[in-house]
């Protein structure tokens, strides 16, 4: 893969203290069949311990960024030593005043970079890890900050409240979609302000479309329907909280799958190319949505060779958001395309945001 990118972009802060994307439909997806080989780009580590959950030989999670490896680390060495109730409240999922002394108590297991990195950024454990990413922040700064001029704490828990998916639709267009929703939306979801405080200009560089037209039509799709009620994902951008609810690998039966499995993750510092040197071919991959940052000839080149890192029937998963990309377009005489599974996953979604979610699968 070209490290273009990388020389134009920071990794040394955190830029995603959870993964935004739904691992359900992920698992689906790749339906990974037992004692398998899976890469998984390791982003904040969520999905790549839900993929545990498949009793794989490996999970290998795989980032350029440093400091994104250093919070897998930490997840990792909580989910192997705490039991469960001290895991939510360390990470930040529950109240707590404790999380140095846990910290004290744990670090000893981490490697030396990775404990040493942590030691210098005690802010971000006492506050509660989760809540400290870039993409985290700009959600808060939504709900905290932009949201109160547009709707009340008690208008937003009545959108989420449970109800008939015909009054869900009926609150939405009478309720919330005003506008003042729409216009300030609009402004806070644009490509500027999501570039500067969300994610990185270089992350949109290859958007053609209109940022906050976009999301904001998605979103809208989304708050009328009666999935919007339970989605974790939408409720922390509308709370800046998870409330009760879990990503799916601390759900409590998944939970006990990726505590069991867990010495099966590894994590690779670099490109995907790393992790096949040092482990061979992979039978899937969830490859999140690496692709949206490429122009069309570095997708091209990053494609063919992921292509040729997969064993022949083996399975990609990633999702496209703003830029279309689909490898089984490219090479369609080595990648099969499964539409009709991606079209019933996209469906599904709760990452709402999201224009479609892709299988693909080698031929």
């Known amino acids: 893969m070209s490290d273009q990118l990388t020389k134009r972009v920071a990794f040394d ?3 995603y203290a959870n993964c935004w994307e739904d691992a359900d439909i992920l698992l689906k997806g790749l339906n990974p ?28 999670a795989v980032d350029v960024s440093k400091t994104q490896l250093n919070l897998i680390d930490l997840k990792k060495v909580c989910i192997n030593t705490l039991d469960y109730d001290e895991l939510l409240a360390f990470l930040g999922f529950r109240e707590s005043s404790k999380r140095l002394q846990t910290f004290d108590l744990i670090k ?13 950024h005690l802010d971000q454990i006492e506050l509660g890890i989760i809540s400290q990413g870039k993409f985290e922040k700009y959600f808060q700064m939504f709900s905290g900050k932009i949201l109160p001029w547009i709707h009340s704490k008690s208008k937003t828990q009545q959108l989420l409240s449970p109800k008939s998916a015909e009054e869900q639709k009926i609150f939405y267009d009478r309720k919330w979609n005003t506008w003042k929703w729409r216009l300030l939306f609009k402004i806070f979801f644009s490509k500027y302000v999501m570039g500067k405080y969300g994610r990185d200009p270089e992350f949109l560089k290859e958007v053609q479309v209109s940022v906050s037209s976009y999301i904001l039509n998605k979103a809208g799709n989304h708050l009328q329907s009666k999935a919007a009620q339970n989605n974790f994902i939408l409720r922390y951008n509308l709370t800046g909280t998870f409330c009760d609810m879990l990503p799916h690998y601390l759900e409590p039966a998944n939970y006990t799958l990726v505590k069991q499995n867990l010495e099966r993750l590894e994590v690779v510092e670099g490109y995907a190319e790393e992790a096949v040197k040092k482990f061979g071919q992979f039978d899937y991959m969830n490859l999140s949505n690496i692709f949206e940052y490429m122009n069309n000839d570095v997708f091209a080149t990053t494609s063919n060779d992921l292509i040729k890192s997969m064993r022949p029937g083996g399975r990609l998963a990633y999702w496209n958001l703003m830029v279309p990309r689909r490898v089984s377009n490219i090479f369609p005489d080595s990648v099969n395309y499964l539409e009709s599974l991606s079209a019933e996953l996209s469906a599904q979604d709760k990452g709402f945001f999201y224009n479609q979610f892709i299988v693909d699968q080698i031929k």
Do not use: H, M
């Open 108 to 120: 000893s297991q981490l490697d030396t970079s990775v404990r040493d990195y942590w030691d210098a």
């Open 33 to 60: 069949s037992p004692g398998k080989k899976i890469l998984s780009i390791g982003s904040a580590g969520d999905n790549s311990f839900s993929l545990l959950t498949s009793n794989p030989e490996l999970v290998a």
């Open 13 to 15: 802060f955190i830029r």
